[in-house]
């Protein structure tokens, strides 16, 4: 019997922006340098085409949340993330209170700018501090310093109705004294919201074709305990693998992803899934910023559309779902893929037995062993090769930004 879903998950929007100052030597999202003027109001353009032309595939369904992310979309005027809203907002049906997220470089930083997202109906600012050390900045490439990611938090912090700080920690030449030290300071600072992420060495990027010096394995996992611990003590609840917010503060588009929830994806290289009554479907849309522009203009700017076939599903969703600490309501599986849930009762048995998952009527959820060993606790869930030729497996990356 094929999968059928009783109702439709929350949708939300993600937009990319694919260009930044400079490319950092670790990251390997779809972002390029920025080399001269950029094609801003053809990009805006390019992205209300897009809207308009994914319209059908989601018609009469209401946007929850929208995430402006990159690249850095904090290059673009305010005036460009107003057209761009106004644009989404006229083709697209927004809930009156959506969370509306901005990523933004504290290498752009003005404060007028900042006043101009929230004037374009941007709600949720999300920053990228990184370190507030300079040597630490320096080592990864930034093109901030520690005084200008101050600066940016601080008016954030005042301009926005809420605020993420994205802090990164196991950083070159860095102690576990600095990577708390980082944490402590955003704290006292008054973020809400704080992701810490592990660097982590990615093919194709610099980094791993020329791998800096970083701190031991060991010495990293002492840090992220100690980064748990603190938060945990300033009265933030750890809800995901890397996120950390005070009550009420949880992202809700990140949320969305780790629920197993639609988002539709424009811009350049954006991914997306889809859900209907009788499949899932994932989208991505052309790679470069140019490429996709004119794709877009011309009326279509997928690159690749896939059905997600019923044997990855039950990984698929534990990809996301099991990042979240406290788990999820036994019915959501179900909700979220029109799977039975006892299709995964060995799997789900196998994990209860190495200690890596618990589980109760309500709620299924990983054990603080689980969340450390991740990687082992989503292998339980990997499918027997199909008889079909598997699809790519798309992972959501630690900015739950989607990526290959
Ligand atoms: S880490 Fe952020 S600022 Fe740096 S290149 Fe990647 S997207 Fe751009």
Known sequence: M????????PLSLYVHIPWCLRKCPYC????????????EAQYVDALIADVEASFPKVYGRRLQTIFIGGGTPSLFA??????????????LPVEPDAEVTMEANPGTFEVERFRGYREAGVNRLSLGVQSFDDAR????????????????????????????????????????????????EAVERGAPHVSAYHLTLEPDTNFFRFPPQLPAEDVAADMQEGIEALLAAAGYEH?????????????????????????????????GKISFRDRIVREVRERKPLGYLKAALEGD???????VAEAELPFEFMLNALRLTEGFPVTLFAQRTGLAL?????????????????RDHARIAPTARGQRFLNDLLEVFLAAPAAEPRSRVISISSRGTARP
């Open 2 to 9: 094929s999968m059928q879903l009783a109702q439709l998950p």
């Open 28 to 39: 390997d999202f779809n972002s390029h340098e920025q080399r001269g003027d950029l094609p």
């Open 78 to 91: 305010p005036a460009s993330i107003d057209r761009l809203l106004v644009g989404i907002r006229t083709r």
């Open 137 to 184: 900045l320096a080592a990864i490439g930034r093109v901030h310093g520690a005084d200008e990611a101050r600066r940016a938090l601080d008016a954030a912090l005042t301009i926005f109705p809420t605020v993420n700080a994205d802090l990164m920690y196991a950083l070159p030449g860095q102690s576990p004294e600095g990577a708390l030290a980082d944490v402590r």
């Open 239 to 271: 809800y995901e693998t890397s996120a950390f917010a005070r009550p009420g503060q949880r992202a809700r588009h990140n949320v969305t992803y780790w629920t197993f929830g639609d988002y539709l994806g424009i811009g350049a290289g954006a991914h």
């Open 301 to 307: 700017a997928v690159w690749e559309t896939r059905d």
């Open 342 to 358: 006892n299709a995964i009762e060995p799997q789900l048995a196998q994990a209860e037995r190495a200690g890596l998952l618990e």
